[in-house]
Nanobody, 124 residues
């Protein structure tokens, strides 16, 4: 049984930073593409950042140069470093694992396994 557990969310003021973590169990992280997604109230879930099996990363335009995704295959973990946070970054953040073409790493449909999410709230 594949399980993903996120942590690190919280409340922060605009301009601040947070680091999200996702620990996987039941499979080898290195075998899957992995990503961070978020969903704000009343909005669809959207891709934020993803990292392919070969290490290629991709980011949504809204978070480029502010967020950094990384993975530690030895610790079966995925991370999202979020800097210069904005009020519009407020959402539930989800970790996911799946298999995707490089050009569609941010597409939610390519991810089979999902965590329960961790809330990020940014106050302006």
């Amino acid at each position: 049984q594949v399980q993903l557990v996120e942590s690190g969310g919280g409340s922060v003021q605009a301009g601040g930073s947070l680091r999200l973590s996702c620990v996987a169990s039941g499979y080898t992280v290195s075998n899957y593409d992995m990503g961070w997604f978020r969903q704000a109230p009343g909005k669809e879930r959207e891709g934020v950042a993803a990292i392919a099996v070969n290490g290629i990363t991709t980011y949504a335009d809204s978070v480029k140069d502010r967020f950094t995704i990384s993975r530690d295959n030895a610790k079966i973990s995925l991370y999202l470093e979020m800097n210069i946070l904005k009020a519009e970054d407020t959402a539930m953040y989800y970790c996911a694992a799946g298999s995707s073409a490089i050009w569609s790493l941010l597409n939610t449909r390519n991810y089979r396994y999902w965590g329960q999410g961790t809330q990020v709230t940014v106050s302006s």
